[in-house]
């Protein structure tokens, strides 16, 4: 059958998370993406920084974990992982997760209109491995622990106002959250080996402090139709959200996710997947899956974190030993983009672009020390696809 695939960009808290949405003609879904070639063209040798890039790339350490950010006062946090851009102004705001357990948290770089850092502070503290998360449009970030029975955690980029713990999106093994503006609901993961999908539908659009959590129910297959059912007990105890619910549908490791354009994106670590819900007619379908890769070497290692480019293009950070950021293009073509050498003790995470789509921020969470205090968050400057 026939996909055509449609290239919008949908603008939340400042910043463009873009990602392509699908249009299906007949009743089959079409195969995942597979290997091809990068739209950037091949990698080059490493840069100063490590970092193999495309032609007309260049990289720069940003911060350091344990070591003052070069500009300012304040000392980067140990394990980045998750982020997001705010746009400030003329410049911007990159925010970080650490995760750590105990202490966890997250913290922020301000930049200039040039680039040009100008502040890091904290902005979330004394909480627990906070992994990945999202923002949403009334300009916040949600900041996800990765325990048992963790909380998301709302929390000002600018540093303002007081964190706040949201106990109504449900306890569980958070990982990563995406706001839905058009329906008005937060998608979360579950980074369980027999998590659940979930949304979050506030009492209030723009208040987190009351709602429903509600679980995605759909087959055991890799596609079909799905729904969603309340769960019952957000608290999670004595019994687990993610087995209150008969017919939930389980996802094996849970990690990053994106909304824009009427659809949302996400990953599961356990089985190497890219997932795709079509949000206007209920249809969930595999957008990547190494599995079943038919041409070449699989190009994902270890799927994690995601997030979208202005051209269509998913970015997918790798969490399996390969230190990549792959592209996924509209066309289903699946090629690394970077390629951090020398770190493979680390991982990669926090993939997100400045609000005019010319930076890509990113960290290797225990760099080239393996541990959580070698953390490095880097920035990459170039022509992005528009």
């Known amino acids: 059958m026939e996909r055509r695939t449609l290239l919008r960009a949908a603008v939340l808290g400042g910043s463009s998370a873009v990602l392509g949405g699908t249009l299906w003609r007949g009743a089959a879904y079409a195969a995942p993406a597979q290997p091809g070639t990068s739209p950037y063209g091949a990698l080059g040798s490493p840069d100063a920084n490590g970092i193999r890039l495309p032609a007309g790339f260049t990289s720069r350490v940003i911060a350091r974990s344990g070591q003052t950010v070069p500009g300012t006062s304040y000392t980067w946090h140990n394990a980045p992982d998750g982020g997001a851009c705010y746009a400030d102004g003329t410049g911007w705001i990159y925010v970080s997760n650490s995760e750590i357990n105990p202490s966890g948290g997250a913290s922020a770089v301000r930049f200039s209109s040039t680039g040009t850092v100008t502040g890091a502070y904290r902005i979330l503290s004394g909480t627990r491995q906070n992994c990945a998360g999202g923002k949403t449009p009334w300009n916040t970030w949600l900041s996800c622990e990765e325990v048992s029975l ?10 303002v106002n007081a964190a706040v713990q949201r106990p109504a999106m449900g306890r569980f093994k ?9 329906r008005k609901v937060v998608y979360l993961t579950e980074d369980e080996t027999n998590g659940r999908f979930y949304r979050f539908v506030p009492t209030t659009w723009g208040s987190l402090a009351s709602g429903t959590l509600q679980v995605m129910v759909a087959g055991s297959g890799t596609s079909g139709s799905f729904s969603w059912a309340n769960v019952p007990d957000q608290d999670g105890s004595p019994t687990t959200t993610r087995t209150q619910v008969s017919g939930s549908k389980s996802f094996n490791g849970g990690e990053g996710c994106h909304y824009a354009d009427d659809t949302v994106w996400f990953t599961t670590k356990g089985d190497n997947r890219v997932w795709q819900l079509n949000l206007t007619n209920n249809t969930y379908e595999l957008a990547y899956d190494d599995s079943l890769v038919t041409s070449g070497t699989a190009p994902l290692t270890g799927v994690d974190n995601i997030t979208g480019s202005a051209s269509g293009d998913l970015y997918v950070a790798e969490d399996g030993g390969s230190m990549d950021i792959c592209v996924i293009t509209p066309a289903d073509v699946v090629a690394p983009f970077l390629r951090v050498d020398g770190q493979s003790g680390s991982e990669i995470t926090g993939p997100a672009f400045s609000p005019d789509g010319t930076r890509l921020y990113f960290s290797s969470q225990r760099g080239t020390s393996g541990s959580s205090s070698g953390g490095i968050t880097y920035e990459v400057r170039g022509p992005f696809r528009a």
Do not use: K, L, Q, R
């Open 150 to 159: 963790g909380y998301v955690y709302e929390t000002d980029p600018w540093g």
């Open 174 to 182: 958070h990982e990563a959250a995406a706001a839905d503006p058009v």
